[in-house]
């Protein structure tokens, strides 16, 4: 499932910049997912019940908080018209340079580009305003319109990407009308809430609606936590508030599913737990600060549950560690498995990388790890996301124990070889990697489903390290023995990136 708009900027007819719209898959995925949250008669009953006595009263007290945010940005067109093939010496040729060369002269002048989008002042003396990034993103101006008609110029103070928040400040000459966070932590799914935003560039606008679910990951970030609502969220309405019956804000509305464009119902907000972390460190330092392990990690599956021994599948499969970074000097290994951070357990993958990330820089957390069947404790001081190279070099090394050339058996589909220095170089596989590589694979076979291809090397079967093909089939035959019905193989391919996939053991 993925995001549409890879820029996360869509310009509709009216010229505003709306949340982030998902693709088909994604809205059939999601609306499925919605439908799985009953709405019974007792349930909008119960959702009416929670709304506020007086809806025009609440609505009225915040509409001032809230701001349109208009863009503009200068903007080159690399378009050119190609000019017409004519015979040499045509009487036409001065005509066709002249014209076509004016034609590209102003396709590629610059023009100026608007978008319309909306905020909410958390700061009333400060003039601190909120919005989502793919708001300002690439604005050379931008200005901050009320509710009274008046109108200033907006700074960026800070914006962070990854969850899509940015921070912007405003000179009033006097105190504006701000509102206040409330807990998202405390949502339930079926409260009423409410929506105030610029959609379509129409100007404020209030829409109401209840919470459909909690926690979606929409695959936009590594930190999605996302409040799904039916309250009416259109182009133009990113960076608005979602409130609360007390006229708090619980959300900042950021993405919708729609085929159309327009709201069918599903739409997310970021909500106020994650929003909040955020904006405080990009009001203090301009920038972020997240926690950072120092680990690849991958999802979990129930394939992989079971060649591990676990009852269910949860938490996150570690894949990889980078060198020097926390998790090595921890002791963390490729193939443990985080089933509890700092405290607090991890559902699934996509969970840890917000715990991490929501956690002080130099904390020293406990994590407890699945490995080997057995659960482990290990202590981490958490290093800086920002700082960490992801490109670290590794030394040049020699593999050793090399299994005689001309052993080749086929095991699971797999053509297997020793990993001599002359097949190092035909399938240009890095000078750390060891293993065994894969010279072919039978088609239809697991290993061909799982994309295993030739030039990939086997570093591990069932979290012990091989150097020879021998090895493989003996780890086979011990895991048979024990009744196992699927094999856990750490893949790495040319240039050492390396992912665990089971197998299922052939008879």
Same mark, same amino acid.
Request: no cysteine; charged share 20%.
């Given at each position: 499932?993925?995001?549409?708009?890879?820029?996360?900027?869509?310009?509709?007819?009216?010229?505003?910049? @709306?949340?982030?719209?998902?693709?088909?898959?994604?809205?059939?995925?999601?609306?499925?997912?919605?439908?799985?949250?009953?709405?019974?008669?007792?349930?909008?009953?119960?959702?009416?019940?929670?709304?506020?006595?007086?809806?025009?009263?609440?609505?009225?007290?915040?509409? /001032?908080?809230?701001?349109?945010?208009?863009?503009?940005?200068?903007?080159?067109?690399?378009? *050119?018209?190609?000019?017409?093939?004519?015979?040499?010496?045509?009487?036409?040729?001065?005509?066709?340079?002249?014209?076509?060369?004016?034609?590209?002269?102003?396709?590629?002048?610059?023009?100026?580009?608007?978008?319309?989008?909306?905020?909410?002042? #958390?700061?009333?003396? %400060? @003039?601190?305003?909120?919005?989502?990034?793919?708001?300002?993103?690439?604005?050379?101006?931008?200005?901050?319109?009320?509710?009274?008609? *008046?109108?200033?110029?907006?700074?960026?103070?800070?914006?962070?990407?990854?969850?899509?928040?940015?921070?912007?400040?405003?000179?009033?000459?006097?105190?504006?009308?701000?509102?206040?966070?409330?807990?998202?932590?405390?949502?339930?799914?079926? %409260?009423?809430?409410?929506?105030?935003?610029?959609?379509?560039?129409?100007?404020?606008?209030?829409?109401?609606?209840? #919470?459909?679910?909690?926690?979606?990951?929409?695959?936009?970030?590594?930190?999605?936590?996302?409040?799904?609502?039916?309250?009416?969220?259109?182009?133009?309405?990113?960076?608005?508030?979602?409130?609360?019956?007390?006229?708090?804000?619980?959300?900042?509305?950021?993405?919708?599913?729609?085929?159309?464009?327009?709201?069918?119902?599903?739409?997310?907000?970021?909500?106020?737990?994650?929003?909040?972390?955020?904006?405080?460190?990009?009001?203090?330092?301009?920038?972020?600060?997240?926690?950072?392990?120092?680990?690849?990690?991958?999802?979990?599956?129930?394939?992989?549950?079971?060649?591990?021994?676990? /009852?269910?599948?949860?938490?996150?499969?570690?894949?990889?560690?980078?060198?020097?970074?926390?998790?090595?000097?921890?002791?963390?290994?490729?193939?443990?498995?985080?089933?509890?951070?700092?405290?607090?357990?991890?559902?699934? +993958?996509?969970?840890?990388?917000? +715990?991490?990330?929501?956690?002080?820089?130099?904390?020293?957390?406990?994590?407890?790890?699945?490995?080997?069947?057995?659960?482990?404790?290990?202590?981490?001081?958490?290093?800086?996301?920002?700082?960490?190279?992801?490109?670290?070099?590794?030394?040049?090394?020699?593999?050793?124990?090399?299994?005689?050339?001309?052993?080749?058996?086929?095991?699971?589909?797999?053509?297997? *070889?020793?990993?001599?220095?002359?097949?190092?170089?035909?399938?240009?596989?890095?000078?750390?990697?060891?293993?065994?590589? #894969?010279?072919? #694979?039978?088609?239809?076979?697991?290993?061909?489903?799982?994309?295993?291809?030739?030039?990939?090397?086997?570093?591990?079967?069932?979290?012990?390290?091989?150097?020879?093909?021998? /090895?493989?089939?003996?780890?086979?035959?011990?895991?048979?023995?024990?009744?196992?019905?699927?094999?856990?193989?750490?893949?790495?391919?040319?240039?050492?990136?390396?992912?665990?996939?089971?197998?299922?053991?052939?008879?």
């Amino acid at each position: 499932m993925a995001l549409l708009n890879t820029d996360q900027r869509q310009a509709s007819p009216s010229g505003t910049t @709306g949340p982030r719209r998902i693709g088909r898959r994604l809205a059939a995925a999601a609306l499925a997912l919605s439908l799985a949250v009953p709405a019974t008669v007792a349930d909008f009953s119960a959702a009416r019940a929670q709304a506020p006595e007086s809806i025009p009263d609440l609505a009225e007290s915040l509409l /001032d908080a809230v701001v349109n945010i208009s863009t503009a940005q200068n903007v080159t067109a690399q378009r *050119s018209v190609p000019l017409p093939q004519v015979p040499e010496g045509s009487p036409f040729q001065e005509f066709f340079d002249e014209f076509f060369n004016r034609q590209n002269r102003d396709n590629n002048r610059p023009r100026r580009v608007q978008s319309l989008g909306s905020g909410f002042v #958390v700061d009333a003396e %400060e @003039g601190i305003i909120i919005t989502n990034n793919h708001v300002i993103e690439g604005a050379d101006e931008i200005t901050a319109n009320f509710n009274d008609g *008046s109108k200033l110029a907006a700074e960026v103070i800070g914006r962070d990407s990854k969850t899509d928040i940015a921070v912007l400040k405003v000179k009033p000459a006097s105190p504006l009308k701000a509102v206040s966070f409330g807990d998202s932590e405390s949502l339930r799914v079926g %409260e009423w809430v409410m929506a105030i935003g610029n959609p379509f560039g129409l100007g404020g606008t209030v829409t109401t609606g209840i #919470v459909s679910a909690r926690n979606r990951n929409i695959n936009s970030g590594p930190y999605d936590n996302y409040i799904q609502t039916d309250a009416s969220i259109n182009r133009g309405n990113s960076g608005g508030p979602l409130f609360n019956r007390n006229g708090e804000v619980i959300g900042i509305n950021t993405a919708i599913i729609s085929p159309s464009g327009g709201s069918i119902g599903i739409g997310f907000a970021i909500p106020s737990e994650t929003a909040t972390k955020v904006i405080a460190q990009l009001r203090e330092f301009g920038e972020t600060r997240r926690g950072w392990l120092g680990v690849r990690i991958q999802e979990v599956t129930d394939e992989i549950a079971e060649s591990l021994g676990m /009852d269910k599948a949860e938490g996150a499969l570690i894949a990889g560690i980078t060198e020097g970074g926390p998790a090595e000097d921890a002791g963390f290994e490729a193939g443990d498995v985080v089933l509890e951070f700092n405290g607090s357990r991890v559902p699934a +993958m996509h969970d840890l990388p917000r +715990m991490v990330a929501d956690t002080p820089v130099g904390e020293e957390v406990s994590v407890v790890v699945l490995r080997k069947g057995e659960e482990v404790t290990l202590q981490v001081t958490l290093g800086r996301l920002e700082e960490a190279d992801a490109s670290a070099a590794a030394d040049s090394t020699a593999p050793s124990d090399e299994a005689p050339a001309n052993e080749t058996p086929t095991v699971l589909g797999m053509t297997l *070889s020793a990993l001599t220095e002359e097949l190092r170089t035909q399938y240009s596989i890095a000078a750390d990697v060891k293993g065994v590589v #894969v010279t072919a #694979v039978e088609d239809g076979s697991g290993a061909a489903e799982k994309r295993i291809a030739a030039g990939d090397v086997i570093v591990e079967v069932a979290q012990e390290a091989v150097s020879s093909p021998a /090895d493989i089939t003996a780890r086979i035959e011990t895991l048979k023995g024990e009744s196992r019905r699927l094999a856990l193989f750490l893949i790495s391919n040319a240039q050492g990136e390396v992912r665990f996939i089971p197998l299922t053991i052939e008879p």
